[in-house]
């Protein structure tokens, strides 16, 4: 069973749509969890960033996360076409330093 | 606002030659990382650097690969000897020290091609 495990899509949504992104994962120490934004051929770019269970809004995107069920989700309201990328679930363990593990990304098509 | 920022974007390099990649973390950061993309693939982590020694590496990064922080400003990965499969992009990141809630910060990427 891979680490962290994402849909590679391609997820095609209209504009104005709620995005609905996911990841499992298997490690139960993983302790923090992120969601980048990868554009083609570009660095990811940080986005959300949770401490364990529970859920965090920041202007259009919410992230959930359910530790029991070793699941994390982002949600993207009202989806505009800068939003199509790639978006790339990660988490870690617990101790600052520790590396990243990513999952295998989902790509985003917000059609106008 | 602060950023990580690399160079070159783009290096072409023949099978067998070194290349050094470098990139210059975030000011006030006291964790350095490498990862890799080769494309189509996930982002994987190469080896992380912490108080001028490697805190951990992959199995990915074997003795081929060597990290250094040269001044205080710069940190570089070096290839002794590229093969084909090293062709990927190679991102650096950066963190602050603290708790465990510090966050990684990317730069651009730099693209290998070995030829």
């Known amino acids: 069973q891979k680490e962290v495990e994402q849909d590679p899509g391609p997820l095609s949504v209209p504009e104005g749509a709620i995005v609905s992104l996911n990841c499992t994962y298997s490690?139960?120490?993983?302790?923090?969890f992120m969601w980048y934004r990868q554009y083609s051929r570009k660095g990811p770019e940080l986005l959300m960033y949770t401490y364990s269970s529970g859920n965090k809004e920041d202007g259009r995107f919410t992230a959930q996360v359910d530790k029991s069920s070793k699941y994390i989700s982002l949600f993207i309201r009202d989806s505009q076409p800068s939003d199509s990328a790639t978006y790339l679930c990660?988490?870690?363990?617990?101790?600052?330093?520790?590396?990243?593990?990513f999952g295998g990304g989902t790509r985003v098509l917000v059609k106008p | 606002e602060p950023e990580v920022t690399q160079t070159p974007s783009h290096q072409v390099t023949q099978m067998g030659q070194e290349v050094i990649l470098r990139c210059v973390p975030i000011?006030?950061?006291?964790?350095f990382y490498w990862y890799r993309q080769i494309l189509g693939q996930k982002v994987e982590f190469l080896v992380s650097f912490y108080n001028n020694e490697i805190s951990e590496k992959s199995e990915i990064f074997d003795d081929q690969f060597s990290v250094e922080r040269p001044d205080g400003s710069n940190f570089t990965l070096k290839i002794r000897s590229t093969k084909l499969e090293d062709s990927a992009m190679y991102f650096c990141?950066?963190?602050?020290?603290?708790?465990?809630?510090?966050?990684?910060?990317f730069g651009p990427g730099t693209r290998l091609t070995v030829t």
């Open positions: 490690n139960s120490a993983f302790q923090y």
């Open positions: 990660a988490m870690r363990r617990e101790a600052a330093g520790n590396k990243l593990t």
């Open positions: 000011s006030n950061h006291l964790y």
């Open positions: 990141a950066s963190s602050d020290l603290g708790t465990g809630a510090s966050r990684q910060y």
